[in-house]
């Protein structure tokens, strides 16, 4: 099934997917898009008049099945009114919430054709062709295969621009307490290096300047290396730093527990690795970290940062805070704003806790009343957005490298990212997409900030043939380099 045959159909297909949550589910809907090219579909920026829907849902916090039934009311009708035209929408489900609800969709949900979760997308194709036989008949897909779903997925990339994502690894087995994504993604899995560096250098060649590889916990992944021996991520890391034409690699996300000498001594010697690391801890009680299940304590964390501030002194760090966890008293609460204080953070990821059903932390009981996470919350928010601000005013005055990737809204105007994720403004021309340019930074508006080039920049890298992204375009989606959603949880 590597390469599919295109089918012969009377007129191509249109597909729309609707992705929610992280930046895996965002590589899940390009996988998809790149499954169904070779059927005859292509992509449809618009529900109405697609012939199929995707719904690439997230299962990670608060009424997330809830908000996927409502949007399947709204879908129903938008089928109504393709039949009115003699047209069939089909409609399907996927991910987190497909996996964790299964045949219940169908129940609630009748018009909905295709049920499948993370681990069984690569049986699109099938799941089609039966659709289009047995109309009106859901079917459900919810295994976690003995196949490897990336035997099955086409072998060729669309990137769909110049940062692109790449999964390396999947599932988790740490188990934490509040989290549903042991149950909805499975053991934690990682692919071969080989694979991996495959995939890198196809989108390399593509025009690709930047990769942010993902996994659940990213940096447990231990893949079978080319050597026959087992792979960590510092190894992989390394080894993708040699394919030239990657300038920048970013990994997320991550785990304090994982972070292993080699890793922590490639962020000093690695130049292509960015000096950005998204560090989820959580809290800032040990109390409430072993509630958690977290397996560290905040010590490990003080620690982890650390050592990469000593081997790279430029790092900058984000991280992934739950406040109201069952039993999280003032005091505990009070330690997780001494931890931010004390660490100084350039984004800000924080949440209330909501509970999962099925996870151990819901029947906790001791919940914190609402009001009270609601107060916490916003404490922790003003905290950290205070930081990020900070972080991103002491950019100004600055020159950073900045990697271009597209035309900005403004006429005339290019976007690009810093090292640390910030979006950056400046007047250049179209032949800078691609390059590593310095720039010099002057303002702050929002979150973006804003320069001109350094003149006579040195920085561009060594001219490199880009492939047009035109076609890319067509079939993916530029994928969101900082969505406020994380990997893992
Ligand atoms: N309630 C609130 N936040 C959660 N997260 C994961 N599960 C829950 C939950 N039940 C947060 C964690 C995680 C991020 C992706 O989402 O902070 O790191
Ligand atoms: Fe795994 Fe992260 Fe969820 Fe913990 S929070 S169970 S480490 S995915």
Redesign the pocket.
């Known amino acids: 099934m590597k390469t599919p045959e295109r089918q012969s159909q009377d007129r191509l297909r249109k597909v729309h997917i609707k992705t929610y949550g992280c930046q895996m589910n965002v590589y899940d809907s390009e996988r998809m898009l790149e499954t169904l090219a070779p059927m005859g579909f292509e992509v449809s920026p618009d529900v109405e008049g697609a012939d199929l829907v995707i719904l690439n849902t997230c299962h990670i916090r608060e009424k997330a099945s809830e908000k996927v039934y409502s949007e399947l009311g709204r879908l129903r009708e938008a089928q109504a009114r393709m039949a009115e035209t003699g047209g069939r929408m089909m409609l399907a489900v996927a991910g987190c919430v497909a996996q964790a609800e299964g045949a219940e969709i169908l129940r609630r949900a009748p018009q909905v054709d295709m049920v499948f979760g993370p681990q069984t997308y690569h049986r699109l194709p099938a799941m089609l062709a039966e659709a289009d036989k047995n109309l009106g008949k859901g079917q459900v897909d919810t295994d976690f295969p003995i196949e490897d779903k990336y035997d099955v997925l086409p072998e060729e990339r669309i990137p769909a621009g110049i940062s692109a994502f790449l999964t390396i690894q999947e599932g988790?087995?740490?188990?934490?307490t509040?989290?549903?994504?042991?149950y909805t993604?499975g053991s934690e899995q990682s692919r071969s290096a080989i694979a991996i560096l495959n995939e890198a250098k196809q989108m390399v060649a593509k025009g690709v300047r930047e990769i942010t590889l993902l996994g659940?916990?990213v940096n447990a992944y231990h893949g079978d290396g080319p050597d026959g021996r087992e792979w960590g991520l510092a190894r992989l890391i390394r080894a993708l730093a040699e394919i030239d034409g990657l300038a920048r690699i970013r990994y997320t996300?991550s785990?304090p527990r994982d972070m292993d000498d080699d890793l922590i001594a490639a962020h000093g010697d690695v130049p292509a690795l960015m000096p950005f690391l998204h560090l989820?801890v959580?809290s800032g009680s040990d109390r409430i970290l072993a509630a958690m299940n977290?397996k560290h304590k905040v010590d490990v964390f003080r620690k982890v940062v650390d050592r990469l501030r000593d081997v790279r002194p430029d790092m900058a760090f984000s991280s992934d805070f739950i406040v109201g966890f069952p039993g999280e008293s003032d005091a505990d609460f009070a330690e997780t704003l001494k931890l931010v204080t004390d660490i100084g953070f350039a984004a800000n990821f924080s949440f209330k806790y909501s509970p999962r059903p099925g996870t151990p932390a819901a029947d906790m009981g001791n919940a914190v009343p609402d009001p009270v996470m609601t107060d916490r919350l916003t404490a922790l928010q003003q905290l950290l957005d205070a930081q990020q601000e900070a972080f991103n005013r002491g950019c100004i005055g600055k020159t950073m490298p900045v990697l271009m990737e597209k035309s900005a809204r403004d006429p005339g105007q290019l976007v690009g990212r810093s090292p640390y994720l910030q979006p950056v403004h400046i007047f250049g021309g179209g032949s800078l997409i691609g390059h590593i340019v310095n720039c010099d930074i002057q303002d702050l508006k929002a979150y973006s900030l804003f320069g001109s080039l350094v003149s006579g920049d040195p920085a561009l890298l060594p001219s490199h043939s880009f492939v047009s992204q035109s076609g890319a375009a067509e079939v993916g989606q530029s994928p969101p380099i900082d969505p406020k959603e994380r990997v893992?949880?």
């Open positions: 988790c087995d740490k188990f934490c509040f989290c549903v994504v042991p993604r659940q916990n996300t785990h989820p959580q977290r893992c949880a």
